[in-house]
């Protein structure tokens, strides 16, 4: 039994890690919201576009599963994107229902404008992080992630953690 000095101090420090990290998600969001919104794109298009960008690539439901969003409201952003000439989808010989998105080259070229701007923020939340690179912050959050749900199996919702790979620069 922890003596009760420690029980507070841990409380107290999952309520500083819950703040500030949701704190931290806000502000990511919405400065990465504002470089693509310059050109007409939601965060999660970009993450969708830049995924696909680095060779990835997969299917709406994969998307679904890797970004926790309802795939009916990521059918709207995909077909959206598949509008406007960005992405375009093959089917898999495998399976005739499974379309497996891909970049156009005006995807490629959008991609291509859009991620010297978030290179730049990418470095400046390193700057914040010292001598800690981001490919370690993802890998401690993912391993913290992987604890928690190993630790609460059952209580949280399934992810496709496989598709967390080392961060590339946006």
């Known amino acids: 039994m922890l003596p009760e000095a420690e029980?507070?101090?841990?409380?107290?420090?999952?309520?500083?890690?819950?703040?500030?990290?949701?704190?931290?998600?806000k502000a990511l969001w919405h400065a990465v919201a504002e470089q693509v919104a310059r050109e007409e794109l939601s965060v999660v298009q970009w993450l969708i576009l830049s995924d696909i960008g680095s060779g990835r690539g997969g299917t709406l439901t994969d998307y679904a599963r890797w970004l926790a969003r309802d795939p009916g409201a990521l059918s709207r952003a995909i077909h959206e994107l598949t509008t406007r000439g960005l992405l375009s989808g093959v089917r898999t010989s495998g399976d005739r229902r499974r379309v497996r998105l891909q970049l156009t080259a005006s995807g490629e070229a959008l991609r291509a404008r859009i991620s010297p701007r978030l290179d730049r923020l990418a470095s400046a939340l390193e700057e914040g992080f010292g001598s800690l690179s981001l490919d370690d912050l993802v890998l401690r959050m993912t391993r913290a992630e992987t604890g928690v749900r190993t630790r609460l199996r059952g209580t949280l919702p399934a992810t496709d953690s496989e598709r967390i790979d080392p961060p590339q620069r946006f």
């Not at 101090?9 to 819950?18: F, G, H, K, S």
């Open 7 to 25: 029980v507070a101090a841990r409380r107290r420090t999952m309520r500083e890690v819950l703040l500030i990290t949701d704190r931290l998600h």
